[in-house]
């Protein structure tokens, strides 16, 4: 989603998801009283964006529409470190932890927290068997991947629940599918509460939802928006 200019009676704003972000207040001229006169020296910051407006909405006439809102105040950034303790447990809990090697219902051989050779060393070979702390040490490696996958994906600011709940769906889903989705596109638009949304599309298998995945999914979302996610464990 780009920027936008939409000019009312009190004021031209310059739009992103619904929202005025900065704006150019009108008033009265002192040689015309029928004239608004407008300070357009900001504008030109308008127009050198990296996604500049594209198109303007004019309402005319007195009322005739409410002003915007303003935009609401932007997330703090990503906490460093990576995937916070929620967003460990969800995965984990979902993922399960089988210390022996198996085959997925699609007959890939996984072991660990849902660890396949695709996602790299150890490769996953049959009667392939390994501890707990092995599987935490594939894990956090495996994770590193996602974690850097959704930095170079997503140019907006993220919250910590916000950046572990889009590396659990990635980890879950691939980045591949994240980079082509309208999640993805949703949320460095500025919709997060669109994005958030997404989530819960991603829920199935071979045109079939499954439970297990409308969970997580739920999960996820909740995660995202900092709503109380263990009630889908």
């Keep these: 989603m780009g920027t936008w200019i939409k000019e009312t009676d009190q004021a ?5 998801g619904g929202y005025w972000i900065s704006r150019l207040t009108k008033y ?14 900001a504008m030109t910051s308008w127009f050198t964006r990296s996604d500049p407006p594209t198109a303007m ?8 529409e409410p002003p915007p809102m303003p935009a609401p105040a932007a997330p703090e950034p990503t906490a460093a470190g990576g995937i916070n303790a ?5 995965v984990t809990s979902f993922e399960g932890l089988e210390l022996e ?4 219902s699609v007959g890939v051989w996984t072991i660990g927290y849902g660890h396949t050779s695709m996602a790299g060393p150890p490769k996953v070979v049959p009667g392939a068997a390994i501890t707990e702390a092995e599987a935490n040490a594939i894990l956090k490696r495996d994770l590193a991947k996602f974690e850097q ?9 993220l919250t910590s629940n916000q950046f572990s709940a889009l590396v659990s769906f990635c980890f879950n889903v691939g980045l591949g599918a994240f980079g082509d ?9 500025g919709d997060y509460g669109g994005a958030a949304n997404e989530f819960l599309r991603w829920d199935k298998a071979g045109g079939q939802a499954l439970p297990g995945l409308t969970r997580r999914r739920k999960a996820e979302r909740a995660l995202f928006l900092g709503e109380d996610h263990t009630q889908f464990l």
């Design 101 to 104: 090697a198996y085959q997925d």
């Design 12 to 16: 031209i704003y310059l739009m992103q």
């Design 86 to 90: 929620d967003g460990l447990k969800l």
């Design 28 to 41: 009265p001229s002192k040689t015309n009283p029928s004239e608004k006169v407008l300070n357009a020296k």
């Design 149 to 157: 996958g959704v930095r170079e994906r997503v140019s907006v600011a």
């Design 57 to 64: 909405t004019i309402s005319s006439g007195a009322g005739a």
């Design 181 to 189: 989705s309208t999640l993805r596109r949703k949320l460095n638009g």
